[in-house]
């Protein structure tokens, strides 16, 4: 039998409604606070991710899944959004008619990572993205949107973290500091950390091994390093953030894996889940968007890993699982042919609506309606034709009632929309 591609998963019924619950309320939220949504494609140019996310990043040196396309071009499935959302703005001029704008995405994102608990090779994330707007306000306004939309989903136990990145003025001072002080200590630092030197030591702040931990202890703090315009920056990301009641730590340690953020950083994480605490994850991106071939727009986004989220919504509500509003079972062939037009007419008129065709006995059916949670059975036998009128029985009351088969659709729909 071929099985699953490793670190992939098949999302079934009924945890799909979950999906489905998390992603409809994440729309309405965003919508509300002026996003629209995007949907790139899941395969770019390998050259943008390189060029965005950085060729001295875990996931550009040995997470992604590349391949040759036609000609000289080397394809590459999305490891994240944000360099497909950047392309396409620049790419379409949406910058043109007002440069602020704001979008969401909701899909799956590929990085050949190590599977584990909470961590795939093909996961999902809702991504939001504002270009266009320096402001620190925007920045908390995203935190705030953020822990909101936990709260929305019932997710607790959540705590942000921010810290300020700096911006190409003042980061080349704290990077040196840093690398000379870690090179003293190279030693006890583990050897993805020890090859990070040279090309990226902001990443050993965020390594997970013990040793780099103890090490990472004693360095420089980026913060002592902001220069006034950041400095002023990220104080007021916090005095709104204050001001809108919203509690977050300041987490020095905090650099996020991709090259790309500058100024704010910020992720969410939670207690309910195990090693793999982080929600959600996002920053600025001031430079990316010229980076890019743009025109020179400030830009801020964040990540939302929805299989995390998944387990945490998943593990509030068990029984999120629905069966059918009705059932009809059909007995004998005439009533089959009546039964098969009422699943049709019902469902099309917005009554969740399953039929057996099996033909199996009245008390078969009824505890196969029974298993599957049926509201209520409508039941079509001998009788019922010759009387013109079907039965419908509420499995949880037992009260039934007989309905004439000309007006059957609009009286049962009527039933529900009461
Ligand atoms: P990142 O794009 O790495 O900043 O990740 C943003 C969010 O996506 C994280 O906070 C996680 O919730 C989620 N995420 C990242 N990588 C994975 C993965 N391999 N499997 C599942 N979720 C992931």
């Known amino acids: 039998m ?3 591609v490793r670190g992939f998963k098949d999302i079934l019924p009924p945890e799909s409604s979950v999906w ?5 309320t994440a729309k309405q939220h965003f919508e509300n606070f002026g996003f629209k949504e995007m949907r790139p494609p899941v395969l770019e140019q390998t050259e943008l991710f390189k060029r965005s996310i950085g060729e001295h990043t875990d996931i550009v040196e040995k997470e992604m899944y590349t391949f040759a396309g036609s000609k000289d ?3 590459t499935l999305r490891p994240e959004a944000t360099a497909s959302v950047v392309r396409a703005y620049i790419q379409h001029k949406l910058y043109a008619a007002d440069p602020v704008c704001k979008f969401y995405t909701i899909g799956p994102m590929f990085r050949k990572e190590r599977p584990q608990k909470g961590r795939y090779r093909q996961f999902h994330q809702i991504n939001a993205e504002v270009f266009g707007v320096d402001s620190p306000y925007i920045d908390a306004q995203l935190v705030f949107m953020l822990m909101r939309f936990f709260e929305r989903l019932s997710i607790g136990g959540l705590s942000a973290h921010l810290n300020s990145l700096g911006c190409p003025a003042c980061r080349p001072a704290f990077r040196k500091d840093l690398a000379e002080m870690l090179a003293g200590h190279s030693d006890k630092l583990c050897e993805d950390c020890v090859r990070r030197l040279d090309k990226n030591p902001m990443r050993v702040l965020d390594c997970k091994v013990p040793s780099c931990r103890e090490v990472v202890a004693d360095a420089p703090s980026m913060l002592d390093y902001l220069c ?3 400095a002023l920056h990220f104080k007021a990301v916090q005095q709104i953030l204050d001001k809108l009641e919203i509690a977050y730590e300041i987490d020095p340690g905090l650099v996020r894996g991709l090259d790309y953020y500058t100024r704010t950083a ?3 994480q939670t207690e309910e889940l195990g090693a793999q605490n982080a929600v959600a994850g996002g920053g600025r991106y001031d430079n990316l968007v010229e980076m890019l071939g743009g025109p020179a727009q400030p830009a801020i986004g964040f990540a939302v890993g929805v299989d995390r989220l998944v387990e945490l919504v998943s593990a509030k509500f068990p029984a999120y699982d629905s069966g059918p509003q009705v059932f009809i079972l059909p007995m004998g062939d005439q009533a089959m042919e ?3 037009q009422f699943a049709c007419l019902l469902a099309d008129a917005g009554v969740i609506t399953e039929a057996d065709f099996s033909g199996r006995s009245l008390k078969a059916l009824m505890r196969r309606a029974d298993r599957m949670g049926a509201e209520n059975v409508l039941i079509i036998g001998e009788q019922e034709i010759s009387d013109n009128a079907a039965l419908l ?5 037992r009260h039934q009632q007989s309905i004439p088969m000309d007006r059957l659709v609009e009286t049962i729909r009527a039933e529900f929309d009461g």
Do not use: P
């Open 338 to 340: 009546m039964g098969a």
């Open 20 to 24: 489905q619950y998390i992603e409809n």
């Open 73 to 75: 071009t080397m394809l």
């Open 228 to 230: 006034e315009d950041c």
């Open 266 to 268: 910020f992720e969410i």
């Open 393 to 397: 029985r509420n499995m949880k009351t």
């Open 2 to 4: 071929i099985q699953l």
